[in-house]
Antibody, heavy 121, light 110 residues
Framework: QGQLVESGGGVVQPGRSLRLSCAASAFSFSSYVMHWVRQAPGKGLEWVAVIWYDGSNEYYADSVKGRFSISRDNSKNTLYLEMNSLRAEDTAVYYC??????????????WGQGTSVTVSS | QFVLTQPPSASGTPGQRATISCSGSSSNTGSNDVNWYQQFPGTAPKLLIHSNNRRPSGVPDRFSGSKSGTSASLAISGLQSEDEADYYCAAWDDSLNGYVFGTGTKVTVL
């Protein structure tokens, strides 16, 4: 079925950077479109970014465009989210998720447990 | 940015049927499949319904989805206490070139 494990979260000051990682196992990572989704404390789900299976294409939510960058290393079965110029409103639990049947329009059928990012001085 | 509208809450007694609506637009629910997620507090979301009305393996057939035009709905028949959770609809948006989630609905079993 597949497993995803996020890491890299923590407390960071406004304006600083952080890189999240998502390690994939038990499925053919290089064949799947992957997403990042976040959830601020007490709030709903917010899609952040998507990357094609081969890294050839990527899209971002307007709220993070120009500040966040999604990437992947298929040789390491790992997805990344580079977050720059962090703001208080980026405080959230960040999830990586696999796209069902590797279609970016499809649902997300495998999710990680999430990693918490807190932006505070 | 939430572009899919859901009622904030829904409820029912055990055994009853609960329905959750999801209203979007031509660029998202009107032209792409709708997916539904279930989330319990402190845990990751789980895909409940995909492609408007298809259940992943392991999801009870008490859960069903439908779509008509730019609106979709999730029905939970035979409500059980373990169905108390937050539910989100979602779809790809061709105008935003992004995936959009609904505002979320909290289901309470009375």
């Amino acid at each position: 079925q597949g497993q995803l494990v996020e890491s890299g979260g923590g407390v960071v000051q406004p304006g600083r950077s952080l890189r999240l990682s998502c390690a994939a196992s038990a499925f053919s990572f290089s064949s799947y479109v992957m997403h990042w989704v976040r959830q601020a404390p007490g709030k709903g789900l917010e899609w952040v970014a998507v990357i094609w299976y081969d890294g050839s294409n990527e899209y971002y939510a307007d709220s993070v465009k120009g500040r966040f960058s999604i990437s992947r290393d298929n040789s390491k079965n790992t997805l990344y989210l580079e977050m720059n110029s962090l703001r208080a409103e980026d405080t959230a639990v960040y999830y990586c998720a696999r796209a069902l049947w590797s279609g970016h329009r499809n649902g997300m059928d495998v999710w990680g447990q999430g990693t918490s990012v807190t932006v505070s001085s | 940015q939430f572009v899919l509208t859901q009622p904030p809450s829904a409820s029912g007694t055990p055994g009853q049927r609960a329905t959750i609506s999801c209203s979007g637009s031509s660029s998202n629910t009107g032209s792409n499949d709708v997916n539904w997620y279930q989330q319990f507090p402190g845990t990751a979301p789980k895909l409940l319904i995909h492609s408007n009305n298809r259940r992943p393996s392991g999801v009870p057939d008490r859960f069903s989805g439908s779509k008509s035009g730019t609106s979709a709905s999730l029905a939970i028949s035979g409500l059980q206490s373990e169905d108390e959770a937050d539910y989100y609809c979602a779809a790809w948006d061709d105008s935003l070139n992004g995936y959009v989630f609904g505002t979320g609905t909290k289901v309470t079993v009375l």
